[in-house]
C-alpha cells in the first residue's frame, strides 16, 4: 500500500521527497481554469521516478451537466487531462462525479457521462484510467449518495472506469464510514485510490472542507479501518503543508504497520 500526499505541481517528486511521499497527486493546469494542460519539461524524469503519480483533473469539469457550455468543453478538457496524465506515466486521472442543476432529472447527468466515455472512444479513447471520486455535497450530485452512484456505475460501468474514495467527502455527504468499502465495491467492484481526509464540519454538513487526520469531525480510527480495508494507493489532500502531510503519512504508516519503501 503506497501513501502519498497532494502537491504542488512545481517538482512533485521534490514534495515527494519532503514529505518520505511513495505517491503524489497534482494538477497539470489551474483547477479553476479552462485552459488545457501543456507539455511538461520534465515529463522524463516523472516516467521513470520511483514515486507514483496521480493527476487530479480542474474541479471546473462537469460532464454531467445539460447547459451545454461546461458539459462539451468538460469532455474535452478531461480527453486533454487524460492524454497528458499519460504522458507523464501517471497511475490514473481523479474527476468529481459532477451534478445536475437543480429541477434536472439526474438520469440526464448520468446519461451525459456514459456520452463523455463515448465520446473519448471516438477519440481513441482514454490512455490511463479515469477515477471518479465521490463529492460532499449538492442535492443533484451524481456521485455523493450511493444510491445515486449505483445509477451511474449501470450507465458507466461497462468503460471499466474507476472509483476514488475521499473519506471527508464521504463523511460530509452523509455516508457512514464504517462498512462503506464493502458497501462501495458492491456497487463498482473496486477502490482505486483513497483520498484520506478528515472533515472540518459536521457529518452530512455537504461541505467540503479537509482537515488533518488527527482533527476534524471523523474519528481518525475510522479512517484508518477504510484505509485498510479498501487495500489501495493513498492520497492525503490536507492542510499543513510538508509538516502538516508527512505527520498524516506518518500516522497511516504507523497504525497499518507499513514501513515507506521510497523514502
Known sequence: MRIG???DSVDPLAEAAARAAEAV???LADPQGWKAPQPRPDADRLRSADVDRYVHAPYV??????????????RKLLLAHANAAAA???????VHGGHVNAGDDLAVGFDNWRKTFAYAADSGGFQLP???????????ACARRLDALARLWDVVGEYEVGF???????????????????????ITGRIDLVHANNSR??????RDRHDNLDGGTIDPELVVAL?????????????????????????LRDQLGTGASAA
Open 5 to 7: 500526499a497532494h502537491v
Open 25 to 27: 497527486q497534482f494538477f
Open 61 to 74: 469539469i462537469n460532464v454531467a451537466t445539460r447547459n451545454n457550455r461546461i458539459r462539451i468543453p468538460s
Open 88 to 94: 507523464i506515466g501517471a497511475k490514473g486521472l481523479i
Open 130 to 140: 479515469v477515477l471518479i471520486e465521490n463529492t460532499a455535497g449538492g442535492d443533484n
Open 164 to 186: 476514488c474514495l475521499d473519506t471527508c467527502h464521504a463523511h460530509a455527504g452523509g455516508e457512514e464510514l464504517l462498512g462503506l468499502v464493502d458497501r462501495i465495491k458492491a
Open 201 to 206: 464540519d459536521a457529518f452530512d454538513s455537504g
Open 227 to 251: 484505509v485498510r480495508a479498501a487495500d489501495a494507493p493513498v492520497i492525503v489532500e490536507t492542510p499543513g503543508g510538508v509538516e502538516g502531510q508527512r505527520a498524516d503519512i506518518t500516522f
